[in-house]
């Protein structure tokens, strides 16, 4: 089985995906930290880093690239980072690819734009998603790490791309951009019961106001997106390409492993090749291991080493509780474990109790990730 | 930014918001446990999750927008939008031939695959309806508190913002009159809180402060609690540590030896996170102006009912005066 070290080797593209609150970006960034000390020109993308993890990545500004800060054995020019902008992604999407000014204004100011782009499905993942075709394209890069914007779900990520193209999807925009009054719409009213049905429903519910606002909306979207489909079937070809490689996130809690167990399926059923899950924030027992016998007379040990009585007992307390969560931990990884192919590799990362926000600080995972 | 800490179970509606992976499911089940422990019919409600709350409650989740009885006064429920929105024209459609025609159409299904916030509408809208609904046998509310296990923060702000953009947008018809009727309960501070859950860490505590803000100022509904879940509280001395890890070198067996050094991690670890949790705790008393119960950390190998009952204990006793806990209230 490769170890981590030979999956970054081995792709251009590194994916951490995952739920959220499980130490992705940091992740991220360690991996990023490692390929450049390892020589090769790399870019990791980050979402919403720490404040002092974007400093010590060098990018203060959303949208903007930036360097890292020198350490010894990286040179700046081999490490760079880009924070993405989660928040105006749709504002982007149509800055980018309005065809003209007048209909970038059209749709900026659209009452209903205004209120509802912010639900739009997926935009600052295919945000993120087109920016790094942009990345891989442009070929300055060696190796760039990204990492997925928070979801609800760690397969939003993967069907963004798609959930978009269905929104624009021409049967769908096809109902909304015929002006509302036209001919057409009082004809298929008429054909057609159901469809003549919901209508009125639909003028009941919003309003004929709203709805003539609605229409105007996707004919001036329909003409930004021409051409949209074929962009989306590049993105999926990236994501399934031998150049990328997807990397999972996740912490030994129950529900985040139930949610990682099936990213993980869907993964595959996507023709997208995981190589690797990484487990953070984990807790090992010692009791398992050699240790055993000597484990379990801790306390006594303890007392031997430590005056005061009330200290030696709070000490040997302690260790105990770390013992029970660490095996729970150890638990639920090995059932995880059993689960996952051969072929990928599983890294376990301790509880750090100290934040990992500078390039050293993501420096001490690599024993961890990149053991021999 | 004080109220008597029972109020916070007189209103109708509790929502539980905070970034993910703190915790939200357990404070809103635990918090379920309290109220019903006071007498208050209770419902939980949670937000496009995987049964997590019926399964941390002991029971298995029933169907999507189903109540299902954990005990007497206490029911878990999963709530998803699109099939809020079919039960929503079940009510409006009266006519089951007509529903089953729109709602097999595949119009009806690109449509609300499509339409931006309509599953975040009809989410909150079937949290208001479970929230004002009738027993129609006594004629009595159904429910004397509903408490929503709301999704991660971002995903939050956009649910407990639709009411008002869908009314902002579509002010004249049925979508806006029946949005005013969500935002006039989201708003309304007799009914209706909006509690925050966190960890007391960077980057939860972040979301928290900016959530606080935005739910303040944006969204303009009434905020609640505070809860301060998996604090650490060591006050071990650290000198103490330190001469006991000057010792180890001298144990001569590895063995005994290797104990007693991850003893002093595993003390090393619990000061580093008892010291994160109080800055960051002393970050949201300055930041965060609500009031706040911590939670403390469980240690335990799965988390489940007993740890959620732990939670439940904690949590009622920083909520309700002991005096109120001795007995049952009963509706007033």
Partial sequence: MAGLDDILRAHRIIICAGSGGVGKTTTAASLAVHAALSGRRTMVMTIDPAKRLANALGVRAVGGIGSAVAVDEIPREMLSAMMLDQKGAWDQLVERHAPSAEVRDRILNNNFYRHLSQSFAGSQEYMAIEQLCELHDAGAYDLIVVDTPPTRHALDFLEAPQRLADFLDRRVVKWFVRPYFSASWATMRLVNRTVGFLFRRLEDATGISALVEVSEFFTSMSGLFEGFEPRVRRVYELLRSDETAFVLVASPEEQVLSEAEYFCRKVRDLHMSLRAVIFNRVHREMTRGRHAARAADIGQILRQLVPDEAQAASLAENFARYEILGRGDGLRIEAFRRLLPKDVAVLEVPNFNSDVHSVDGLRAMHPFLFAA | ?332
Wanted: net charge neutral; with cysteine; hydrophobic share 45%.
């Fill in chain 2, 1 to 332: 930014m004080k109220y008597p800490a029972a109020t916070l179970f007189d209103r109708r509606l509790l929502i539980v918001a905070g970034k993910g992976g703190v915790g939200k499911t357990t404070i809103a089940c635990a918090l379920g446990v309290v109220a019903a422990q006071l007498g208050k019919r209770t419902l939980i409600a949670e937000v496009d999750g995987a049964g997590r709350a019926a399964y941390l409650l002991g029971v298995q989740p029933g169907a999507i927008g189903e109540a299902r009885p954990v005990r007497p006064s206490l029911s878990v429920m999963s709530v998803e939008g699109s099939a809020a929105l079919a039960e929503y024209l079940e009510i409006i459609l009266p006519v089951k031939r007509v529903l089953h025609a729109v709602v097999s159409s595949r119009l009806y299904q690109y449509f609300v695959a499509a339409a931006p916030g309509l599953k975040e509408l009809m989410t909150i809208g079937k949290i208001w309806y479970e929230a004002e609904r009738i027993d129609e046998s006594t004629g009595n509310r159904l429910w004397d508190v509903v408490i929503m296990d709301a999704p991660a923060t971002g995903h939050s702000l956009q649910y407990l913002g639709m009411p008002r953009a869908a009314h902002d947008v579509f002010r004249s018809g049925l979508v806006g009159r029946e949005s005013q009727r969500l935002l006039d309960l989201l708003c309304d501070p007799e009914r209706t809180a909006v509690n925050l859950v966190t960890t007391a860490e960077e980057m939860p505590v972040n979301e928290t402060v900016e959530m606080y803000q935005r739910v303040r100022d944006e969204l303009r509904m009434p905020l609640g609690h505070l809860f301060v879940n998996r604090t650490h509280h060591t006050t071990f001395d650290a000198a103490t540590l330190d001469r006991l890890e000057r010792q180890l070198p001298k144990l001569r067996d590895p063995d005994v030896r290797a104990a007693a050094a991850e003893a002093v991690n595993r003390m090393r670890e619990e000061m580093g996170w008892s010291s994160i949790n109080r800055t960051y705790l002393e970050r949201l008393a300055d930041e965060v102006r609500l009031p706040r119960s911590e939670v403390p950390f469980i240690f335990t190998e799965e988390f489940g009912v007993e740890q959620v009952r732990v939670v439940a204990a904690e949590i009622g006793a920083s909520l309700i005066p002991a005096a109120r806990r001795t007995h049952k209230h009963g509706r007033s």
